[in-house]
């Protein structure tokens, strides 16, 4: 099937996708300031009016491929997982804490201090970040990795643990190391203390 006879649907899908790793890769590479609707198109060879057509603007552009990478890890993530015994709390700690290593966090982190004096990029990025933990306390719920934590309190308990990573990795930004397995092995006790509290309630 030559391209001018597959589906334009499927055409759109596949420029969309081009256009939103171009993105990915061009604010890795340049930042959110050096990162155009001129340089993504370029890189993702395709002309302004295309662009305009997925994106109506640049800052929902950044949005939309930062989400994209974010569900992808997600769902990856849980895919591996699904109908598994799930490892130690202090192996999947580890894995989880790999999530932050890499592109999809340096994305997330020049977006997010990018919005605080951006209006119309904050305006993109809270609905996105609000579907994106909606998304992460599905997957909390649907793995169960933590027993014993009180219903009250399991919600909060991905983001306690995030929020925890998310210190950690920019540390990591500006040279800061070391920090790392401290932490974790604090957040293994909590967890284990979590664990032993909801055994002795059995």
């Not at 081009?18 to 930042?31: E, I, P, R």
């Not at 999809?104 to 305006?123: D, K, Q, Y």
Request: proline share 5%; with cysteine.
């Amino acid at each position: 099937m030559t391209s001018s006879t597959r589906p334009l649907q499927a055409r759109a899908e596949d420029t969309r996708a081009a256009l939103l790793q171009a993105t990915l890769q061009t604010l890795l590479d340049v930042g959110y300031g050096g990162t155009s609707t001129a340089a993504v198109c370029r890189r993702a060879g395709v002309a302004r009016g295309t662009l305009l057509y997925h994106f109506r603007t640049r800052d929902k552009m950044l949005v939309a491929a930062l989400e994209h990478v974010l569900e992808a890890r997600v769902e990856a993530f849980v895919q591996a997982r699904r109908g598994r015994v799930l490892p130690a709390v202090d192996v999947l700690l580890m894995e989880l804490w790999e999530q932050w290593q890499g592109p999809p966090f340096i994305a997330w982190l020049e977006l997010a201090v990018a919005s605080r004096t951006s209006p119309s990029l904050r305006g993109a990025m809270q609905p996105m970040m609000a579907r994106f933990d909606a998304l992460v306390l599905q997957a909390f719920e649907e793995l169960d990795p933590v027993t014993g934590v009180p219903d009250e309190l399991k919600s909060g308990v991905p983001f306690f643990v995030f929020s925890v990573f998310n210190g950690l990795a920019v540390g990591q930004c500006y040279g800061e190391t070391g920090q790392s397995e401290p932490v974790l092995s604090m957040l293994t006790v909590l967890a284990a203390a979590w664990g032993t509290s909801g055994a002795e309630h059995v």
